[in-house]
T-cell receptor, first 115, second 114 residues
């Protein structure tokens, strides 16, 4: 089954404790993105990747890192999480750019709480 | 700068009634426009998209949207709403070099009453 998976689905952590949210897709997509969703703000793009070892900032990259060492994986790293990063995070993948002609497929989301 | 406005935070309609969700965008060039739906506890699913050509686009689940350049709008419509359409709907515009950036509106939550 074609899908985007994220782990963990739920995470409660403390300020400053490094964490990684994994994202994996099995559709051989070149493009992958991370978004955060906050009430009243909709979804905002954090980072995107156009292929292995090619990443760039989205709209709200501060406090986040990403890497793309393999085509199928695009982990999101919070090196020193803060309470304002409490949010619902989505990973997405597609054959083309996020805002382009190809459909993006979204993962189920990761709900992160930073205390 | 690009932006998307969804003026209605929450809409309630009766099952079988028609639906229109409003979306206005701001973008300097010809926009790539999208509507996504998010069911409770789920990720997002693409309903439809507009790039060029016919300004009335058809999507999945019986939805359609009309691009009106003069009004900078891309409203979503459905002639007869089903209870399963209850969800949150997001309008989005593709922007930036190579359309790598996707900017979402704040969403409209749809409630369907029997």
């Amino acid at each position: 089954e074609a899908q985007v998976t994220q782990n963990p689905r739920y995470l409660i952590t403390v300020t400053g404790k490094k964490l990684t949210v994994t994202c994996s897709q099995n559709m051989n997509h070149e493009y992958m993105s991370w978004y955060r969703q906050d009430p009243g703000l909709g979804l905002r793009q954090i980072y995107y990747s156009m292929n292995v070892e090619v990443t760039d900032k989205g709209d709200v990259p501060e406090g986040y890192k990403v890497s793309r060492k393999e085509k199928r994986n695009f982990p999101l790293i919070l090196e020193s999480p803060s309470p304002n990063q409490t949010s619902l995070y989505f990973c997405a993948s597609s054959f083309g750019p996020a805002g382009g002609r190809y459909e993006q497929y979204f993962g189920p989301g990761t709900r992160l709480t930073v205390t | 700068a690009q932006s998307v406005t969804q003026p209605d935070i929450h809409i309630t309609v009766s099952e079988g009634a028609s639906l229109e969700l409003r979306c206005n965008y701001s973008y300097g060039a010809t926009p790539y426009l999208f509507w996504y739906v998010q069911s409770p506890g789920q990720g997002l699913q693409l309903l439809l998209k507009y790039f060029s050509g016919d300004t009335l686009v058809q999507g999945i689940k019986g939805f359609e949207a009309e691009f009106k350049r003069s009004q900078s709008s891309f409203n979503l419509r459905k002639p007869s709403v089903h209870w399963s359409d209850a969800a949150e709907y997001f309008c989005a515009v593709g922007a930036g070099p190579g359309a790598n950036n996707l900017f979402f509106g704040t969403g409209t939550r749809l409630t369907v009453i029997p």
